[in-house]
C-alpha cells in the first residue's frame, strides 16, 4: 500500500531507513513514558511522602504544576526544530531536517503523553488515595453535583468523550490521508522550495484542522472525567498548543506570506469550526482522499 507523502519523508531521513526506523518508535515511546511517568509521580507525591506538611498543604496543585512542567519541556523541544532550522541547513545541508527530527519527535511525545494524562483519575492512582480533602473535591464528577445517579453520570460521560475521541481520530486520519506524511511531519519548513500551498476547502474552515483532532483526542478526557482536574489540565493543553500556534508555526507563515496569511487569520478559525462550516468539515472527514 502507498502512502501519500511518505517517500519523500524517507529521502529526508536516510539514516532511518530499514530496520532503523525503530529508533523513532522507541524514542517516541521513551518521552512518552518519561513525561507520563513524572506527572503521576508529581500527582502522587503527597502519598508516597503523607508527613511532608507543606506537601499536604500544596497537593491540589501538583497536577497543574506537573503538566505545567511538561508542557515547558515539550514545547520548548519542538520550538528548537523552528529555532534550529538556519543553523541545521548551514551546517548540515540536506541532512537538516534529519537532525531536527529527533528532537520534534521527542517533544511529541511528551504532547501525547500530556493529552493522555487527562483521562487518568487522580485520586485513584496506585500510590493511595489523596491525602488533601480539597484533592478529591476537585477529582469528582461535575455531573454529580446535579444529584444524577453515578450509573447515568458515567454512561453520559463516556458516550460524550467517545464521540468526540472518534471526531478526533477521524480528524487526524483525513488530514494524513490528504495532505500526506511529509506534510504532517513538517518536511516544508526544511525544504520551502519542494513545499506546495495547499488550497484544500478545509482551510477555508479551519486553519489548523491536524491540531483541532489532536485537541478533539484531549477533550475526551475532560468528557470522560470531566472533573476540576480535566477541565484545568486540558485548558492548559489549550492554551500550550495556541502558544505554539501563535507564537511559532503562525509566526513562521506571517513572515513567509506577509499581510495575506494576517488576513487569513482573521477570517478563519484557527482551532474550532463554524457551524456554517459543518458540512464542509464533514465531508472532509468522510471522503478518503479529498484532493
Known amino acids: ?3 501519500k507523502g511518505l517517500d519523500k519523508l524517507k529521502e529526508k531521513l536516510p539514516k532511518y531507513l530499514g530496520w532503523r526506523v525503530v529508533e523513532i518508535g522507541l524514542l ?40 505545567f512542567l511538561c508542557e515547558i519541556i515539550a514545547f520548548r523541544s519542538i520550538w528548537g526544530v523552528w529555532q534550529n532550522r538556519d543553523r541545521y541547513v548551514a551546517e548540515f545541508g540536506e541532512l537538516a531536517y534529519q537532525k ?8 511529541i511525545s511528551w504532547i501525547f503523553a500530556i493529552c493522555i494524562h487527562i483521562y487518568i483519575p ?19 464528577s461535575l455531573i454529580s453535583f446535579l444529584g444524577i445517579p453515578v450509573g447515568l453520570d458515567f454512561t453520559i460521560r463516556i458516550v460524550l468523550s467517545l464521540f468526540i475521541v472518534i471526531i478526533g481520530l477521524l480528524t487526524i486520519r483525513s488530514a494524513l490521508l490528504t495532505f ?3 506534510y504532517m511531519a513538517l518536511v516544508y519548513l ?3 522550495a519542494e ?14 484542522p491536524t ?58 478559525p484557527a482551532l474550532y469550526i463554524r457551524l456554517r462550516d459543518l458540512r464542509i468539515y464533514i465531508r472532509f472527514l468522510t471522503k478518503r482522499d479529498t484532493e
Open 122 to 140: 487522580i485520586d485513584t492512582l496506585p500510590a493511595g488515595t489523596p491525602v488533601n480533602p480539597i484533592t478529591t473535591l476537585l477529582c469528582r
Open 180 to 182: 500526506g506524511f511529509d
Open 211 to 268: 491540531y483541532f483532532g489532536l485537541l478533539s483526542i484531549a477533550m475526551g478526557g475532560l468528557w470522560l472525567r470531566f472533573s476540576v482536574y480535566s477541565l484545568l489540565l486540558f485548558f492548559m493543553f489549550l492554551f500550550g498548543l495556541l502558544a505554539h500556534i501563535y507564537f511559532v508555526e503562525e509566526k513562521e507563515l506571517q513572515d513567509r506570506f506577509g499581510e495575506s496569511f494576517i488576513e487569513y487569520q482573521q477570517n478563519v
Open 195 to 208: 513545499s506546495q500551498i495547499q488550497k484544500h476547502e478545509i482551510y477555508s474552515v479551519i486553519r489548523h
Open 28 to 67: 517516541i515511546l521513551l518521552g512518552f513514558s518519561i513525561a507520563l511517568t513524572l506527572m503521576l509521580f508529581i500527582d502522587s507525591v503527597t502519598r508516597i511522602f503523607p508527613h511532608m506538611t507543606v506537601l499536604v498543604l500544596i497537593e491540589p496543585i501538583l497536577p497543574a504544576l506537573g503538566v
Open 190 to 192: 526544511y525544504y520551502p
Open 100 to 107: 531536527a527530527i529527533p528532537r520534534g519527535v521527542f517533544g
Open 1 to 3: 500500500m502507498h502512502f
